[in-house]
């Protein structure tokens, strides 16, 4: 790995204590990276954590479940293919806290784009430093010719170079990515092959996404770091290779981990400043536990805290309850995955993104990377394959869905044209938070305007550039350390990756 091009984000810099106050209680409302990270470092310093999650197990949305094959052979099923950048600086360290190593990560040696008539887009062997990764990719792509390059929109693509907080969103957030993206001027095919992909893999349809948020996310991907487009995969399934561990990791801390649990609601209470109404799973009040606490973690989606914030009227700011209510859900996405009767050609990779067929946007081949996968396909000379579609239509029908991908799956994998299924899980979710042009100036942050109140998610608008896993992390450690920062608490590094582009300005930055 390259030296890493981050700065260090602290609050408050001359934080001395190693340890909260004697006595303090917090509850973290939502098991998923977020809300981990936040009880993590609430624990470790030492402040007594009640964590809440309404799912049987840890993980949110990047989380698995034991699940049965039609033979009683038990599996290990999640949401989908996840990518572990070599940039996710807060998330690796969240995981180190179980794996010093990272030793569950399986570096890939590249992810290519694979388009109609045999188009192959590689990210491999670029160079990783910017600018000269993306001239080298430029240079690489065969659906960009030198002409091409010449009736490029020169000043719109510096865009993609200049990223700076202030600057790009407050030019580019009322526009659409897709508008964006076509304001470029590249020739349709390079267009296909170089941004549908990526613009696609934030579950958001680039056509109701913000351009500022696309325009970040470039940065934080491919521009403003040193780590390279590669990235990592855990070759376990995640339930056992992370989730179980961390949560031994927080029992351990003295963390009481509730799970197939919720939050229902806030109002201020008695003998501290806040009461939280927990129910168990069965909702409707039954088991309902009303447990107070000095600090209150909402780690939740976006349909969830909208419930706990509409359910508690002491959270009273008129614009805290704007902007949670301003927050949306974009499209649903499908995760398909196959246990398949025939191996895969030999030359094929774990992961590749797909274009230009279809709803089908990226093809696993878990046994490829995936120690439980690769056991099954060893055994029965099978593969295991799975299929995403992101933002697809709300008024999808699932039998048409179903066929489309179907056809662009054997359109780019032939060999499996004729394979039989053995097994399948298809999955449909629909809680993604959405990024739709205009939305910044009022999503929430982190800090509220209730004391001992902060929220955590990738939903939050950060002072940093990141996406998916990682924001949530850092969203997450930056929650603990807003609540703590009254203390003088020693703040949990937050690391990211440049916090401009190569023609922006070089801010200094304390998080608050």
């Not at 927080?250 to 806030?266: K, Y």
């Amino acid at each position: 790995m390259s030296r890493p091009n981050f700065v260090s984000l602290n609050l408050p810099r001359d934080g001395h204590n190693s340890r909260a106050t004697s006595g303090q209680t917090a509850v973290v409302a939502g098991g998923g990276l977020a809300g981990v990270a936040a009880a993590t470092v609430l624990a470790e310093r030492g402040v007594a954590v009640v964590l809440v999650e309404k799912n049987r197990d840890l993980g949110g949305r990047a989380g698995g479940w034991t699940d049965h094959l039609a033979s009683g052979e038990a599996f290990e099923m999640e949401r989908g293919f996840h990518a572990f950048f070599r940039q996710y600086y807060n998330l690796r360290a969240l995981v180190r806290r179980v794996d010093p190593d990272l030793s569950c990560f399986q570096p890939m040696d590249d992810y290519p784009v694979l388009g109609p008539g045999g188009r192959v887009q590689s990210f491999s062997g670029l160079p990783i430093k910017p600018p000269w990764n993306v001239i080298a990719l430029t240079q690489r792509a065969s659906t960009l010719s030198f002409t091409d390059l010449l009736k490029v929109n020169k000043m719109a693509a510096l865009a993609m170079m200049r990223y700076e907080r202030d600057w790009t969103f407050g030019g580019y957030d009322e526009m659409t990515a897709s508008a964006y993206l076509e304001s470029l001027n590249f020739p349709p095919e390079a267009h296909r092959m170089l941004f549908d992909v990526f613009a696609r893999s934030f579950f958001n349809p680039y056509a109701d996404m913000s351009a500022a948020e696309m325009l970040m996310m470039f940065h934080f991907y491919f521009v403003g770091n040193s780590e390279g487009l590669i990235f990592d995969v855990v070759h376990q399934p995640f339930s056992t290779g992370i989730w179980r561990p961390l949560r031994k990791y927080l029992e351990e801390l003295g963390v009481d981990v509730r799970t197939e649990c919720s939050v229902a609601s806030l109002q201020k209470g008695d003998a501290r400043p806040w009461c939280v109404k927990v129910n168990d799973g069965n909702g409707g009040g039954v088991g309902a536990e009303s447990v107070e606490a000095d600090h209150v973690v909402l780690a939740l989606d976006v349909a969830a805290l909208q419930a706990v914030v509409n359910d508690s009227p002491d959270l009273d700011d008129a614009g805290f309850r704007d902007s949670v209510a301003s927050l949306a859900t974009t499209n649903p996405f499908a995760v398909w995955r196959l246990w398949l009767d025939k191996p895969a050609n030999p030359d094929r990779k774990p992961f590749v993104g797909t274009t230009g067929i279809g709803p089908l946007d990226n093809i696993s081949l878990y046994n490829l990377f995936e120690d439980e996968s690769r056991d099954w396909a060893t055994r029965n000379g099978g593969a295991v394959a799975e299929l995403h579609a992101y933002g697809v239509p709300r008024d999808f029908d699932e039998a048409a869905l179903r066929a489309e991908l179907m056809q662009a799956f054997h359109a780019f994998y032939p060999e499996f044209a004729d394979a039989q299924i053995i097994e399948e899980r298809f999955l449909m979710r629909d809680d993604c938070p959405a990024f739709a042009p205009g939305m910044d100036v009022v999503r929430p942050t982190v800090a509220t305007a209730h004391d001992g109140i902060v929220l955590a998610g990738d939903f939050v608008k950060l002072p940093l550039p990141s996406a998916l896993m990682e924001r949530a992390v850092g969203s997450g450690f930056l929650a603990a350390n807003t609540l703590l920062a009254p203390q003088g608490v020693q703040p949990e590094p937050i690391l990211s990756v440049s916090l401009s582009g190569l023609l922006g300005r070089r801010p200094r930055l304390e998080v608050a």
